[in-house]
């Protein structure tokens, strides 16, 4: 329970629906206590037990650390996804099985079938723009036959707010989280040298070597970046590659960020994949559409994927997923 009106009603409708429900707050950096407190609350309201898991050093090494560690590496992180992995769909779905819950649920807006041979299946959620089966993809089999998702068939936000508000619930018009939990503020950079990354200016330089300006550090930029450079040319210039190694940024003009292939690695599959399939498509980012592709499993849990046309922007530390329709088949990390 996040102390937000998913999660609510989420621990609302379970109740109803004649389970034995408590609730399991992640108290996972320092300044989160107004959400430990909401949650409470809202379990006071529903009548049901409340714990909270203290999961700030977890969090610390497994999330911020890696945050911090991958600008300094030139990448992009997907903080999301991994806190799904590691922490929500891992340390937390072990404490709630230690306080002897059979399933965990979530107000994660997706779906879980299981189909007549047992497996699993990892579905678009029905409210479309609220989906969020992108940051799911690492779930693994055993997994999906413990975590429920009741909010998944939900059509619009707005059901949730009203069933909320028909119950009681003081945080049926709670604004719903954005961008990252522990930056609340936006500042990445400022998050950044607080925690020590030191600004290193260097060049912009294109890709034939010719320097074109002076950049405030690579932890600044991200792949597909355009503004906030300040490089005066006669076109606009957008970051194509961060190189460490040489405290450079590469930029260039908006064809040279279009690329037909990518490499992902610690993949995980929920379904397997082979050869013979056709119709997969595939997201590099979050809001990014899916567009069809072709997938080739390579050793060492790494996969090629190869687009039917070029696309702009891939960045090196996101995540592509692989999807066939609305069901996720699988996905990693792009090399």
Same mark, same amino acid.
């Given at each position: ?76 992180? +997907?903080?999301?996804?991994?806190? +799904? ?67 998944? +068939? ?113 993949? +995980? ?67």
């Amino acid at each position: 329970m996040s102390g937000g009106v998913d999660s609510s009603v989420t621990a609302a409708l379970l109740k109803a629906a004649g389970h034995n429900v408590f609730g399991i707050t992640m108290r996972l950096w320092d300044g989160a206590s107004a959400t430990v407190e909401d949650a409470r609350r809202v379990a006071a309201h529903l009548g049901i037990e409340h714990h909270v898991a203290a999961f700030e050093g977890c969090f610390e090494k497994e999330i911020m650390d890696y945050f911090t560690s991958e600008y300094l590496t030139g990448r992009t992180p +997907n903080p999301c996804a991994r806190c +799904n992995n590691l922490i929500k769909f891992g340390a937390l779905l072990d404490k709630a099985k230690e306080l002897g819950a059979d399933l965990l649920a979530t107000g994660h807006y997706a779906r879980i079938t299981v189909g007549e041979d047992g497996r699993g299946h990892l579905l678009k959620a029905v409210n479309l723009p609220k989906d969020q089966s992108y940051f799911l993809f690492s779930l693994r089999q055993e997994q999906l036959h413990e975590i429920l998702f009741p909010l998944g +068939n939900m059509s619009d936000k707005s059901e949730v707010r009203r069933i909320a508000a028909e119950l009681g619930i003081s945080v049926a018009q709670k604004s719903d989280s954005q961008d990252i939990c522990f930056i609340p503020d936006g500042d990445y950079t400022g998050f950044l040298e607080r925690r020590g990354i030191e600004a290193v200016p260097g060049d912009f330089i294109l890709e034939d070597g010719s320097v074109v300006g002076r950049h405030r550090g690579i932890h600044c930029y991200t792949v597909g970046q355009r503004r906030g450079m300040g490089i005066a040319w006669s076109e606009p210039l957008y970051v194509v590659k961060i190189d460490q190694t040489t405290n450079s940024v590469i930029v260039g003009l908006e064809p040279e960020l279009y690329r037909g292939s990518l490499t992902i690695n610690r993949c +995980n599959w929920i379904q397997p994949v082979t050869a013979a399939m056709v119709d997969l498509e595939c997201k590099i980012r979050y809001r990014h559409r899916q567009v069809p592709c072709a997938v080739k499993i390579l050793p060492d849990s790494q996969a090629e994927i190869s687009f039917s046309a070029p696309e702009k922007g891939i960045t090196p530390g996101q995540v592509a997923v692989i999807y066939r329709g609305d069901e996720v088949i699988g996905g990693g990390w792009i090399e």
